[in-house]
């Protein structure tokens, strides 16, 4: 298995338009970060988690044409603008199938209505297939994957679990039941938005003490914001088996 963080920002990616804060203006290129998404590549399978407004540009950068399915964490922008630029995907490999819970597929639905329409549709428009699921196991190119359900501020969502990987961003609550879908790991991948409190998103302090809980072999933190600090600093302050990611970080599993 390959890991490739297409992105590792939050919801304004970094820099911010017209942000002058340090972080910003940094000219480390770990601290340029595109929304949060990640490439997880199973022989010939190449599977996508979230598909925001920085799609095109991520897809183009990991170097692949081709995407077997794309899973969705939740409704919000920053994890589903994108879903226009799977058009020359579809165009060349057939319908695109994504995976959903039942909000998710509504609100694709409502704002990209166009990729629906049965009558007078436009030629170009992406073709999807929609596959609804719920918190249980389904497969994609004979691969298992596990949603795992975690709390983001009052809307329930989910994370991935794929072999001894498991993917959750824009956390702030897991429930002991959950939890214990995350035993084993190998590499766990988990928010950090900032050093200060927030309310739907788990801060630095609020990450580590969950991985130190889940006690995986390794953990990378993603969905960060620029008030988090730079990379390098940051980097510091972390356990041996924990890491800042950044954008085109790749890791074998």
């Known amino acids: ?135 249980t196991p389904f497969f994609v190119g004979g691969t298992e994957i596990q949603p795992v359900e975690v709390v983001h501020g009052e809307l329930d969502i989910f994370g991935f679990r794929i072999g001894k990987f498991a993917y959750l961003t824009d956390v702030k609550l897991v429930k002991e039941k959950e939890k214990l879908k995350l035993r084993n790991l190998d590499v766990l991948v988990v928010n950090a938005l900032r050093q200060e409190w927030h309310p739907t998103h788990f801060n630095l302090q609020e990450a580590l003490a969950f991985i130190d809980e889940i006690n995986p072999k390794k953990a990378y933190l993603t969905h960060i914001s620029h008030k988090l600090g730079f990379h390098a600093e940051v980097s510091k302050l972390l356990p041996d088996n924990i890491e800042l990611s950044y954008d085109g970080l790749t890791l074998e599993i």
Do not use: W
């Not at 911010?16 to 998404?37: F, N, P």
């Not at 964490?73 to 039942?102: C, E, K, Q, W, Y």
């Open 1 to 135: 298995m390959k890991i490739t963080f297409l992105g590792t920002g939050t919801s304004q990616g970094i820099p911010v338009i017209g942000c002058t804060h340090e972080v910003c203006m940094s000219a480390d290129q770990r601290d340029k970060r595109l929304r949060a998404s990640v490439l997880v590549q199973i022989g010939k399978t190449n599977l996508v988690i979230d598909c925001g407004p920085d799609f095109r540009q991520q897809i183009l950068n990991a170097g692949i044409s081709y995407v077997s399915a794309i899973l969705f964490t939740h409704i919000h922008a920053d994890h589903t603008a994108g879903m226009d630029d799977v058009r020359p995907i579809s165009m060349n490999h057939g319908h695109l199938p994504v995976f959903a819970r039942r909000e998710v597929i509504e609100n694709i639905r409502e704002r990209f209505s166009y990729m629906f329409k049965m009558e007078n549709r436009y030629e170009g428009a992406p073709k999807i297939e929609i596959n609804e699921i719920t918190n």
